[in-house]
């Protein structure tokens, strides 16, 4: 992907410019031959086009075409940037946020995560998040290096209201990043079921699962501290959100624990029970549309093309969430077979339902 902004005029310069300079004109002494310069002419003519239109010459080969359409069109060229419009994402992820402002990142956030599960790029989903982006680049080593702004000096350390937001998104990176991994060792048809290209993200594999536990209870504990500031339906509604992270990544560890049928369902069943709170208090979210931007997708290593985001209604994400946990829950149940008939007519009854 080009990661430039150039003009039609600029870029008509250039050209001629390198030109000149590779293939310089040759020495023409022939009485029938008048060789006249059109430079003036043609950058003339360049500054006729608007930003993005093209001249096609009709002996232009299918290559040419498709190669000169990926500079400069919106559609095809990530570096492309409209007039007054700045390249990078300008959002400030250390700007202090109120609680509504956070429920709604993390629902967005959840709309997002659901949408990978349904089939669509990160590139279109989780990666559009400038919080996502800020903990995943550089690759933390650590979970102290996991912070929305690297620095020492840094505020947002200390702001609680980032310190929850920055707990989930380590809690669904891991979280991904499980599942991730998980289905690269299934049969499954990338692009067509799942993509599992992570665009030079690792999705927080070096950090370990532990510690990510601490950092979430640790938020929970901020939430105590903050009963006299933010109201109770709020602060509930913070909880069950980190909670929820907690229990899919005690989830996605069930195989662990398939030696233990209860042990390896627990996660499935307190899932289930916190999913009411989690929809309760969505009305109480504020959105925030600018903490997610298409502009990161220059950041990623790919050769597609700038896609728009995957939006996902909440109450479309919501009833995917609360499947997954239900059949989650259910499925489990493969654990209790006591002999082949019986795992044949339990895999059936799950392929009836369509729970796998």
Known sequence: MADYAVGPEELARLSLAQDAEQFPPPAIHSPGVIP???????????????????????????????????????????????????????????????PEEVLGIIDELICHEISWHLGYPLSQTLFTSVYV?????????????????????????TEPMLQILRAYCLGMLKGCSYVNERIKLEHYYEEEDFVTNTYNRTLLRRLSTR?????????????????????????????????????FL????????????????????????????????????????????????????STMPPRPIVKLDFKAAFSHLSRMFEDGREVINVLKYTDSQCLLVIIVTLRTYDFI
């Open 133 to 157: 982006e800020a903990l995943s680049m550089p690759d933390p080593v650590n979970i102290s290096e996991a912070q929305f702004v690297r620095s020492s000096k840094s505020e947002n350390k």
């Open 36 to 98: 006249v310069d059109i430079t003036t002419k043609f950058a003339d003519a360049v500054k006729t086009l608007e930003p993005g239109e093209l001249v096609k010459d009709g002996f232009f080969t299918l290559f040419e075409s498709v190669s000169a359409l990926e500079i400069m069109d919106p559609k095809m060229d990530s570096g492309c940037v409209a007039p007054g419009e700045k390249f990078e994402e300008e959002y400030d992820v250390s700007r202090r946020l109120l």
């Open 211 to 247: 510690n990510i536990h601490s950092a979430l209870h640790e938020a929970e504990g901020l939430l105590d501290l903050l009963k006299e500031d933010v109201p109770e339906e709020i602060l509930q509604g913070l909880s069950a959100r980190l909670r929820l992270r907690r229990i």
């Open 250 to 301: 005690d989830a996605a560890e069930s195989p662990e624990n398939k030696g233990d049928f209860a042990k390896a369902q627990a996660p499935w069943i307190e899932g289930v029970g916190i999913l009411q709170v989690i929809e309760k208090t969505h009305a109480l979210a504020k959105d925030v549309d600018e903490a997610f931007s298409a502009k990161l997708q220059r950041k990623l290593a």
